[in-house]
């Protein structure tokens, strides 16, 4: 339940424009899961990376 509260719509956007403006790399180790998912389903990103 707290997962959801932490992910709202307006948190997305902030996230999201985060997201396009840092490099992979740092999208994957960051601590912020919603990065992580962001990065994981960008295709830049091979199976030898994951």
């Not at 948190?11 to 994957?28: D, G, H």
């Amino acid at each position: 339940m707290s997962a959801q509260t932490l992910l709202g719509k307006s948190n997305f956007i902030v996230i999201a424009t985060k997201y396009l403006s840092i490099s992979i790399e740092e999208s994957l180790e960051s601590d912020d899961i919603l990065l992580n998912i962001l990065a994981l389903v960008d295709r830049r990103v091979g199976k030898k990376r994951i």
